[in-house]
């Protein structure tokens, strides 16, 4: 099996909590990190630009990802420049499309042609891969990030969609694939196997990674003495 160390596709940690987020940048295999509304609703986030303006204190030297969170693209855009303003290493996250279906294809070629770095994100589709890097300056970094983790909670696949959105992004040398939304620690050698570019991962499945490789024999073993220590602490008597 391939070890972290020597896997191709970079790691992102994907987190809110302040604590988590510089744990986590601390380690050399965290290449970058990303974040968006719904995990800052979690962790207790009131004043979106304090938290952001403190992490950017803290993390200058790796990607980090902000999203706006308006639904007017005029205002999508005035938060998206401002945002942008923070700091070299901050991307912009903008969804594919509004809460009404309207696409971002219009605002993310208008920003890209103002070179601000993008993360276009809650991808699902290969025809939403295929607008999204044509409206993509190809020469400005950027992220094109599907939720291969959502699409396989329908029941489908998301290596085969992957595999394909990694040649689209072969037009655009400037932009990069993120498998997001991982839902297991295999998702990452997935993600590797295919040339995915980059995988967001959460820091529950991060903290998995020491099982990287473990002899399964000794993993039955642990499991097995869970269950007996789990019941014998609880008193199970029949």
């Given at each position: ?12 940690a994907?987190g ?6 510089l ?6 295999f965290?290449k970058?990190?990303t974040?968006?509304?719904?995990l ?15 992490i ?11 999203e706006?969170?308006?639904d007017d693209?005029a205002?999508?855009?005035?938060q998206?420049?401002?945002?942008a303003?923070?700091?070299?290493n ?5 969804p594919?499309?509004?809460t ?17 770095k993008?993360?276009v ?10 607008d999204v890097?044509?409206a ?11 939720f291969?983790g959502?699409?396989a909670d329908?029941?489908r696949?998301p290596v085969?969609?992957m595999?394909a959105?990694?040649?689209m992004?072969k037009?655009?040398?400037?932009a990069?694939l ?19 570019h980059?995988?967001?991962v959460?820091n529950?499945?991060?903290k998995k990674?020491?099982?990287?490789g ?5 993993y ?16 199970f008597?029949?």
């Amino acid at each position: 099996m391939t070890k972290v160390e020597a896997l191709n596709v970079k790691i992102f940690a994907d987190g809110a909590d302040k604590a988590g987020m510089l744990e986590m940048y601390a380690k050399p295999f965290i290449k970058g990190l990303t974040t968006n509304p719904t995990l800052m609703k979690k962790a207790g986030i009131t004043d979106y630009r304090a938290f952001c303006k403190d992490i950017l204190t803290s993390i200058a030297d790796k990607p980090l990802s902000f999203e706006v969170f308006s639904d007017d693209f005029a205002e999508m855009e005035a938060q998206a420049l401002e945002i942008a303003s923070w700091g070299d290493n901050v991307y912009v996250k903008i969804p594919v499309t509004n809460t009404k279906q309207e696409t971002a294809y219009a605002l993310i070629k208008k920003l890209a042609a103002k070179k601000v770095k993008l993360n276009v994100t809650a991808i699902m589709t290969l025809s939403q891969v295929r607008d999204v890097v044509a409206a993509l300056d190809p020469n400005v970094p950027s992220y094109v990030s599907v939720f291969a983790g959502r699409i396989a909670d329908t029941g489908r696949d998301p290596v085969p969609l992957m595999a394909a959105a990694v040649e689209m992004l072969k037009v655009a040398p400037a932009a990069e694939l993120i498998w997001a939304s991982p839902r297991e620690l295999l998702n990452i050698f997935q993600a590797d196997g295919i040339g995915c570019h980059v995988i967001t991962v959460t820091n529950d499945i991060l903290k998995k990674l020491s099982l990287v490789g473990y002899d399964l024999d000794e993993y039955s073993l642990d499991t097995v003495k869970m269950f007996y220590n789990d019941a014998t602490s609880a008193g199970f008597k029949l």
